[in-house]
């Protein structure tokens, strides 16, 4: 399975969100590879705690490279070997691979599309499909050359299942950006269209995940004034009303995420350490990511809209 | 002066194994060429071969730079219907000028690099088994690129019934007094050193391909009972983990099949140390137990019910 993680626009926690999903994937006994297409920043090493790779591979054989066809293997790192993070450096008894393809540091967006480049694409997502059970890819932010080389590559391999997740804020702006994201003009149905995609069934393969996302009846929210509080209950449904019409509401989310202090000041993956020992993190926020990691390869949550 | 090779070993993407004519389409990689098959004892089905050209630098443990020019050998396999392989090898000879000749002279030569300027043998035997530098000659690189185009065939559904990483055996196979060095390295690497007696023959490949096959099926079966986590998880649980290798891999086992008479030694030497034969019964025998138990656990709980 290739799920490709996109957001409607940066700093949405796409990345940091993807990271621990799949941890959490590897964690409950699959195969896992995280694939760091954001080439114009690729930082998913410094996630994993993977200081030698945390801004990108310095040896030319990155992600970069291996599009651009200088290297035959791009490089792969077990982030249970090499991980810098004591609670990550041994793998859990049960616990499946969990595999880091980095990008290439001061690497580039992509500039152009071409043939070898979509090929090779294809090549790698085919290779990496018959090892792992799931392979994420960080498509970047907003409307790239890199999501459209993968909505081109993955019209070349029809028998490969994929999925794509929509990260999103849960405000005005950012539900009404990641509908146009998808439905708009140049966005992912548009450009799957044209490489070959059928639309309705790209449709059904999409689903918005929503990020840091604020419950009224959070914790968080108890020293708040009453009239605070009234506010955010009515903007919430306000937002949930707007969510609906432009078809990011309930049905066509696969999960949320809670506001967490920890991502909110640096972006890593949540151990189990980091919930019941430090307890810096929220135990809700664990359990979403475990949510997420389940439903991502659960079918009846991918049923037609 | 001396044979290397690599092969790459990977489940065949499709739900169930393949039919002999359905091997015989899949490995149809070049037009008018026929895909031979063998049926006794097992369905081996073998692509027609096609050649790639090089002209780069050879890997050696000295990191000096030596050129070779001309052809490499491809060839694809698929096993039982159910294992597929990339297989490229090439006879490395000193060339008799310094400097390179027209095309022509090469593809008369198929399957030779001539080596421009000076090079020994060890040289390049230990730069190939060791640590190549990049950007030399990567024949894995050759058996990865026609193994995709095998796995990435119209007729296969894609759904294998496990995840399981393809392996890859470089080889080297010299001349001299008979002897054989079978190493591990990381999870998917391994290579192998061959010395055998007489002139080499593509029988030597056979060897070869036949060592990597074995060695992914007890690499595969491996992997497949520690997912298993047998004792740590239910009886029932760890059974249904277990399924994937009694459905599609134990049937497989057929060390030496294919390999010519003479060089059976090399594989009896192999079974004596480390022993590919005995790790896998034992493997074997364990993922029976397991099914064994389970069954009797299943009848047991039945009884009590009544």
């Given at each position: 399975m290739l799920v490709f993680a996109i957001s409607?626009?940066?700093?949405?926690g796409r990345s940091v969100t993807g990271t621990n999903i799949v941890y959490r994937h590897a964690l409950q006994g699959n195969d896992v590879c995280y694939l760091d297409?954001?080439?114009?920043?690729?930082t998913a090493g410094a996630i994993f705690s993977v200081s030698a790779v945390a801004?990108?591979?310095?040896?030319?054989?990155g992600l970069h490279e291996y599009l651009r066809g200088e290297c035959p293997q791009p490089r792969r790192v077990d982030v249970w070997a090499e991980s810098d993070r004591e609670g990550l450096r041994t793998r859990p008894p049960g616990a499946g691979r969990l595999v880091l393809l980095p990008g290439s540091e001061?690497?580039?967006?992509?500039?152009a599309l071409t043939d070898e480049l979509i090929g090779r694409c294809a090549q790698l997502f085919g290779r990496l499909e018959e090892e792992f059970d799931l392979c994420m890819v960080d498509?970047?932010?907003?409307?790239?050359f890199t999501a459209e080389l993968v909505l081109a590559a993955t019209v070349r391999m029809p028998a490969i299942p994929f999925r794509w997740l929509v990260f999103h804020r849960w405000t005005r702006q950012h539900i009404i950006a990641a509908d146009g994201l998808v439905t708009?003009?140049?966005g992912l149905l548009d450009v799957g269209a044209r490489f070959g995609h059928d639309p309705e069934v790209l449709r059904d393969r999409i689903r918005f995940v929503r990020t840091a996302v604020l419950e009224p009846?959070?914790?968080?929210?108890?020293?708040?004034?009453d009239e605070q509080r009234a506010w955010l209950s009515a903007c919430d449904s306000e937002l949930r009303e707007l969510a609906r019409r432009h078809g990011v509401g309930r049905t066509a989310m696969l999960g949320k995420v809670p506001l967490d202090p920890v991502l909110q000041w640096r972006e890593q993956l949540i151990t189990d350490e980091d919930v019941?020992?430090?307890?810096?993190?929220?135990a809700e926020t664990a359990a979403a990511f475990d949510e997420l990691a389940k439903k991502i390869v659960d079918d009846s949550a991918w049923e037609g809209l | 002066m001396l044979v290397m090779g690599e092969v790459q070993t990977g489940l065949l993407q499709n739900s169930g194994e393949i039919s002999e004519s359905a091997c015989r389409q899949v490995l149809g990689?070049?037009?008018g060429e026929t895909v031979r098959v063998s049926r006794r004892p097992i369905v081996h089905a073998l692509s027609p071969e096609r050649l790639t050209g090089v002209d780069c630098a050879l890997p050696t443990a000295s990191r000096s730079r030596i050129r070779g020019v001309g052809t490499v050998v491809t060839r694809c396999a698929v096993t039982g219907g159910r294992v597929a392989q990339g297989s490229t090898y090439v006879r490395v000879v000193r060339s008799e000028t310094d400097r390179r000749l027209p095309w022509s002279h090469y593809l008369a030569r198929p399957g030779v690099v001539e080596v421009l300027g000076k090079a020994k043998a060890a040289d390049l035997a230990e730069g190939f088994t060791g640590d190549p530098a990049p950007g030399c000659l990567d024949l894995g690189a050759v058996s990865g690129r026609f193994l995709d185009l095998v796995q990435a065939?119209?007729?296969?559904?894609?759904?294998?019934p496990f995840k399981m990483a393809r392996t890859s055996l470089r080889w080297v196979a010299e001349t001299g007094e008979p002897s054989i060095r079978f190493t591990l390295h990381t999870e998917r690497e391994r290579t192998l050193r061959l010395t055998h007696p007489g002139p080499f023959t593509p029988a030597v490949v056979d060897l070869c391909e036949d060592l990597a096959l074995h060695d992914w099926l007890l690499t595969s079966l491996l992997v497949i009972v520690e997912r298993a986590r047998i004792g740590a998880t239910p009886g029932a649980q760890a059974v249904a983990r277990l399924a994937p290798a009694v459905d599609h891999?134990?049937?497989l086992w057929m060390p030496?099949?294919?390999?010519?008479e003479w060089l059976t030694p090399f594989w009896e030497s192999l079974e004596r140390r480390p022993g590919f034969t005995r790790q896998w019964r034992s493997l074997v025998d364990r993922v029976r137990d397991q099914v064994a138990m389970n069954t009797l656990a299943l009848l047991t709980a039945e009884a009590g019910r009544r």
């Open positions: 409607d626009k940066g700093g949405t297409f954001d080439f114009g920043s690729p801004r990108g591979t310095r040896d030319r054989n001061g690497g580039g967006e992509l500039s498509v970047s932010a907003g409307r790239s708009g003009d140049d009846d959070a914790a968080e929210l108890v020293g708040l004034r019941l020992a430090s307890k810096i993190a929220n | 990689l070049m037009a065939s119209p007729l296969l559904d894609r759904r294998a891999l134990l049937h030496a099949a294919r390999v010519e």
